[in-house]
Every structure is written in structure tokens, then in C-alpha cells.
């Protein structure tokens, strides 16, 4: 027979358990009286009888369990509340102190204590971390300045210039907060505040400059216009932030006239470079040429003054000549002939050799004989060979021989006396 049919035992079930018509789910009353008579043992207080009515104490703590729980009960409170009311505030941040929601102070670096929550809250802000905003481009690992460049968002790159060109540029700013209250409750969201007002300050400051100063020798220019426009706005909003610096990653023409600008960047190099290359061949020439003008003056200063101290020679030697001419004018234009006889004699290639009871007769001098000329005889005075002009020079040459003869005999007859 079943054990559940009528007649079965009841007692047992197919597992072999006894049945208990009478267990039921834990009494809640039983539970809460094992926990008290726990904690009366554990603070000395008697334990609650079994039976509802048995029991000297009743149900509960003794006096002794109570006042244990009240001073655990205190402890645990005043542990909380000083908890809550110490705030270590680390080096990097400031702390917001609000009262009912309502801001009161700023708490510095260090250990303060304020009212306990609910009545005051102190919010952490971080005011030495350095964040970015990038315009123009978005980059890998959240757009940070350390990360690659991945891709250009041509909304915010594509700007119009002052000369109606189109110009795709790219910034990276970096910035702080300065002052924790007003970022917390100036502003809604001061960091979007910031991206919007740093696009505005760059559409502006591009759109005032031309395409040529922005691609080539502006960028300086216009970063530091860039940065103090965006601290001008956000300072007029009081977002709480500070701009500590705008780099311009990229400035180039649109994607369409990349090739056209390329070229022209390429002819603007090589104008440069001939400009350079001029430069040098300038810088190379003109010292030269100041070089040589310089001893070319010297030299003309040199000739100058040799010419004047000739000149004044000359003019010492003729005055010291006229002295004596005027002292003895016959003696003195014989010397001045002998002498100039002698100074053009010298200088002619042949040799008069004066025969007396012959002709006279020319050779031709040693020197060259030695030289490895032929030495060849010349044919007498009277020959038909001699030109009328050689005639002539022999004549002259003989009668100023006889005349230097005489003079020298008639300038040691005057010694004599």
C-alpha cells in the first residue's frame, strides 16, 4: 500500500523520512529570541525562558545587555560621524564644500573636518590634471596629444580665410582647472563649453588671416591669437578653466588642391634656394672685388707718391743744377751734354771704334758675341751698305766724341791753373 493512500503509513515517506505534520516554516519569534539571548550572554544579561510565560526576566536583554549595546551603539556612531566629517584633500586636488547643496568654501591640500552628511558634502576635484581638446582631428586611445593621428573631422577642420580660400587645419589645446567652484557650478559643462568656444576662437582668428600667412610664417601668429581669444571667452562664461597651451598640428590646403599647392610650394623652394645660391655667389664676389679695389688704391697711392718723390727729386736736382749754371754756365752745359751723350750712347747696340788714319769702323758688341751671334764686320763709312740715316748717327757720334775731347782737355787746362 502506498504511503500517501488512505490507510497507508504516514509516517514514513518513499526516502525513508519520518513525516512531521508538525514542522512548518521557522518561527520569526524563535529566531529573534535565540539572537537576544546571544547577545545577553555576550554583555552578561540572562537568557529568555522557552515557554511564552516562564521566565523571571521575560523575553530580552538584562540590564547589563542594554547598557553594553547602548555604548556599542555609541562607539559605532561616533566612529561614523568622525569618519565622515575628517577629509584628507590630496596634493593635486580641491575640495568643494556644499551645505544643504549650496556652495559655502574650498578646501585646500591637507586634513579638514566639516559638518557631517546630510548637512555638508565635500566634492573632490582634481585641478592638476592637464586635459585636451583636438579640433580638426580625433586621434587613437581616447584623443590624447601623445596619441597618432587616425582621422580628420572635416566639420571642424575646413575653414575660410580673409583672401576667400579654404584652408584644413588642426589644433590640439591643453588645459587645467583653475578655480574648482565655478567648473562644478558656473557652467553645465564646461569642458564642451571649451571645445566650442576654442572652434569659435579658431574660425575667428583663421578667417582674419590670409591663406599664404597661415600655411607659411603665421603660425606662431595665429596660435598665440587662438590662445588668448579662448581664455577670453571662457573667462566671460567663468567655466573655471585655464588654457595653458594651443598647437597647431596641421595647416594645409583642402584634399581637392593638394596637388596644385604642392607644385606651388616646390616652385617657392626652388625660388629659395636660387635666392641662397645668388646669395653666396654675392657674398663670395664682393669681398673679392673690395679686395681688389683696395690694392689697386694702395697701389695708386703707392705710384702717387713715388711720382711726387721723383718729381721732387728731379726738381732738388735741377735747382742744385741751376746753382751751378749760374756760377759757371759754359762748364755746365758741356757736362749736361757729356752726360746726356753718355746716358744715349750707352743704351745702342753697336760699338764706334775710332781709328785714327783709317775709317772708322762698328761691331757688333761682346755681349752678344757671347750671346752665340755670328760676329760679322761691318763695311767702312764710305760703302754703299751704310743708309744715310747710319751715316748720319756715325757723323753726330764722331763730332760729339771730338767735342767731349776737347772739353775734357780744356776742363784739365782749367784745373791746372
Same mark, same amino acid.
Given at each position: ?11 514514513n515517506?518513499?526516502w525513508?523520512?519520518?513525516?512531521k505534520d ?8 524563535e529566531v529573534?529570541?535565540?539572537?537576544q ?5 555576550l ?9 511564552n ?9 538584562g540590564?547589563?545587555?542594554a ?5 556599542t551603539l ?8 568622525v569618519?565622515?566629517m575628517?577629509?584628507?584633500i ?11 547643496g549650496?556652495?559655502?568654501?574650498t ?23 592637464n ?8 586621434s587613437?586611445?581616447g584623443g ?8 580628420s573631422?572635416?566639420s571642424?577642420?575646413l ?5 576667400e580660400?579654404?584652408v584644413?587645419?588642426?589644433?590640439a ?10 567648473y562644478?557650478?558656473? !557652467?553645465? &559643462?564646461?569642458?564642451?563649453?571649451? +571645445?566650442? =568656444?576654442a572652434?569659435?576662437? *579658431?574660425? $575667428?582668428?583663421? %578667417?582674419k588671416?590670409?591663406m ?6 603665421g ?18 562664461y567663468?567655466t573655471?578653466?585655464?588654457?595653458i597651451s594651443?598647437?597647431m ?22 625660388q629659395?634656394r636660387?635666392?641662397?645660391e645668388?646669395?653666396?655667389? !654675392?657674398n &663670395?664676389?664682393?669681398?673679392?672685388? +673690395?679686395? =681688389?679695389?683696395?690694392?689697386q *688704391?694702395? $697701389?695708386?697711392? %703707392? ?6 718723390a721723383?718729381?721732387?727729386g ?16 759754359e ?6 751734354y ?10 745702342t ?7 785714327e ?7 757688333l ?11 760679322t764686320?761691318?763695311?767702312?763709312l ?6 744715310a740715316?747710319e751715316?748720319q ?6 763730332s760729339?766724341?771730338?767735342s ?14
Open positions: 500500500m502506498a504511503w500517501n493512500e488512505p490507510g497507508g503509513s504516514k509516517d515517506d518513499p525513508g523520512n519520518k513525516r508538525e514542522q512548518g516554516p521557522p518561527d520569526l519569534d529573534v529570541r535565540k539572537m539571548d546571544k547577545l545577553g550572554s554583555f552578561g544579561g540572562k537568557k529568555s525562558s522557552n515557554n510565560g516562564g521566565g523571571s526576566g521575560g523575553p530580552g536583554l540590564k547589563g545587555g547598557a553594553g549595546m547602548g555604548v555609541a562607539i559605532a556612531v561616533g566612529a561614523w560621524l569618519y565622515d575628517a577629509h584628507i590630496q596634493p593635486a586636488e580641491q575640495g568643494v564644500v556644499m551645505r544643504f549650496k556652495y559655502v568654501d578646501l585646500q591640500p591637507g586634513l579638514s573636518f566639516r559638518l557631517p552628511r546630510p548637512i555638508e558634502q565635500v566634492v573632490l576635484v582634481d585641478v592638476a590634471q586635459r585636451d581638446v583636438l579640433i580638426g582631428y580625433r587613437a586611445g590624447g596629444r601623445t596619441s597618432s593621428k587616425t582621422s573631422v572635416v571642424e577642420s575653414m575660410l580665410t580673409r583672401d580660400n579654404i584644413d587645419v588642426s589644433f589645446i591643453q588645459y587645467n582647472i583653475k578655480s574648482s567652484s565655478d562644478l557650478f558656473k !557652467v553645465r &559643462d564646461p569642458d564642451l563649453t571649451l +571645445r566650442e =568656444a572652434e569659435s576662437a *579658431i574660425r $575667428e582668428v583663421v %578667417g588671416s590670409d599664404d600667412f597661415i600655411l607659411k610664417e603660425r606662431s601668429d595665429i596660435v598665440g591669437g587662438v590662445q588668448k581669444r579662448i581664455q577670453e571667452v571662457i573667462d566671460n567663468e573655471g578653466l585655464m588654457v594651443v598647437n598640428q596641421d595647416a594645409q590646403p583642402p584634399e581637392q588642391v593638394q596637388y596644385a599647392f604642392d607644385d606651388a610650394v616646390k616652385a617657392r623652394e626652388d629659395q636660387l635666392i641662397n645668388s646669395q653666396a655667389y !654675392v &663670395d664676389i664682393l669681398p673679392r672685388a +673690395r679686395g =681688389a679695389a683696395a690694392r *688704391i694702395e $697701389e695708386a697711392s %703707392g705710384y702717387k707718391e713715388q711720382v711726387v721723383q718729381a721732387e728731379e726738381a732738388a736736382r735741377f735747382e742744385s743744377i741751376l746753382a751751378e749754371y749760374q756760377r759757371a754756365p762748364v755746365t752745359r758741356q757736362r749736361l757729356i752726360e746726356t751723350m753718355e746716358e744715349v750712347l750707352s743704351k747696340p753697336k760699338v764706334l771704334v775710332d781709328v788714319g783709317g775709317n772708322n769702323m762698328m761691331f758688341p761682346l755681349d752678344r758675341m757671347m750671346q752665340g751671334q755670328a760676329v764686320q761691318e763695311p767702312s764710305g760703302s754703299s751698305k751704310f743708309s740715316l751715316r748717327a756715325v757723323s753726330a757720334a764722331r760729339a766724341q771730338q767731349i775731347q776737347r772739353e775734357r782737355d780744356s776742363l784739365r787746362s782749367r784745373e791746372q791753373r
